[in-house]
């Protein structure tokens, strides 16, 4: 599958491109609209949360919309990334049943122009954690490889819920309540501290809440995370990579006929 890829890296950069300007086609806002929805869902969480129910998690350096924000972009792309996957396949029967088509780069594009707004969204959040007092470290340095293990978890997910979806059309419908049960169960808006012990073990195997504490550790504390969590991550992204080539692999020769 790697060098699938490899050898279609032209057209998933002309999907990537396609995909980044067909969204501002005949919008006046042109790219601010790339960040305008993660920066709206950031006020309103901060809105509510920090000044309406005046939410304390304790002794903290952070801003709570700091803390907030590191959270919430990763798992923006994750979502925006899976939900458009699920219908790709369907979305682009046409390129599907060309038979030279690589129809394993549609979920990849998706996910690389997922990625590209969760990057202009994160610079704008180094721009807030400056105007707040909170510059930059070089830990950052470490941010291409954490972008690099969502992304492989990215894709790989996306792979399988785009072949499920030909094969069950409630994919889509399932992934709408899904996700927004996974937001929640996933540490964005608290601490995993609050989390009660005896549940401990299962936000432990989720792969998100340790890649959000990855981000916070970048960004908020200065440090490159490695550990017991983090290699669970790594490992987790890794098993949906694997998983996802080889359903898309083994359901090729009929997807054609499906769509």
């Known amino acids: 599958m790697l060098h699938a890829l490899w050898r279609a890296r032209a057209v998933v950069r002309a999907l990537v491109a396609r995909e980044l300007r067909s969204r501002y ?7 601010v609209w790339s960040v305008l929805p993660p920066l709206a869902q950031l006020a309103v969480f901060t809105f509510v949360f920090a000044l309406v129910l005046d939410v304390r998690f304790g002794a903290t350096d952070h801003p709570f919309v700091l803390y907030l924000a590191c959270g919430l972009f990763p798992w923006l792309a994750f979502q925006e990334s899976l939900v458009r996957s699920a219908t790709c396949l369907v979305d682009q029967s046409t390129l599907v049943k060309r038979v030279v088509f690589p129809i394993e780069v549609l979920p990849v594009a998706l996910a690389l122009a997922a990625l590209v707004h969760q990057l202009i969204a994160l610079a704008l959040l180094l721009v807030l954690m400056a105007l707040l007092g909170f510059p930059p470290t070089a830990a950052l340095l470490a941010l291409p490889a954490l ?6 978890l990215t894709v790989g997910c996306g792979w399988i819920v785009a072949t499920l979806h030909v ?10 309540v899904l996700l927004p049960i996974g937001f929640y169960l996933t540490p964005i808006i608290y601490p995993a501290r609050l989390v009660p012990p005896f549940l401990q073990p299962l936000l432990a195997l989720n792969p998100l809440a340790a890649l959000v504490e990855a981000y916070r550790a970048l960004f908020l504390h200065g440090v490159v995370p490695w550990g017991a969590r983090e290699a669970w991550l790594l490992a987790v992204s890794a098993g949906a990579f694997a998983m996802g080539a080889a359903v898309v692999g083994r359901a090729r020769g009929e997807l054609a006929d499906l769509v």
Do not use: C, I, K, N
């Open 25 to 31: 086609v005949g919008s006046s806002l042109g790219p």
């Open 147 to 152: 972008l690099a293990v969502q992304l492989v």
């Open 167 to 176: 094969y069950f059309r409630d994919t889509a419908q399932a992934l709408g």
